[in-house]
């Protein structure tokens, strides 16, 4: 069974840094693109950033250089580190893999999300 489990969200002030982790269990996290989505109270959920298996990092335009993405594959976590937030950023921060399972399916998961509250 796949699982992601996120943490590390919460309250935080403008200006202010936060990082989120989502540990993965049942997948074989080396041939997994992971990645960091997010959805604001009435909008649509949308990409904040995404990682390769091997790394290679691409992120969506309003999270560009303040946020990144990475990856341990010995830990099967991925985190994204979110500095100079803005409330704009308020979010319920999803965790998404896509790849294989350990039992050699391909899957397409999401985390339960975690709430991100930035106060202006």
Not at 11 to 34: H, K
Not at 88 to 106: F, H, I, K, L, P
Request: hydrophobic residues 30%; positive net charge.
């Amino acid at each position: 069974q796949v699982q992601l489990v996120e943490s590390g969200g919460g309250l935080v002030q403008a200006g202010g840094s936060l990082r989120l982790s989502c540990a993965a269990s049942g997948i074989i996290f080396s041939r997994n693109d992971m990645g960091w989505y997010r959805q604001a109270p009435g909008k649509q959920r949308e990409l904040a950033a995404r990682i390769s298996p091997s790394g290679t990092p691409n992120y969506a335009d309003s999270v560009k250089g303040r946020f990144t993405i990475s990856r341990d594959n010995a830990e099967n976590t991925v985190y994204l580190q979110m500095n100079s937030l803005k409330p704009e950023d308020t979010a319920v921060y999803y965790c998404n893999a896509q790849g294989q399972t350990s039992g050699g399916r391909w899957h397409d998961t999401w985390g339960q999300g975690t709430q991100v509250t930035v106060s202006s």
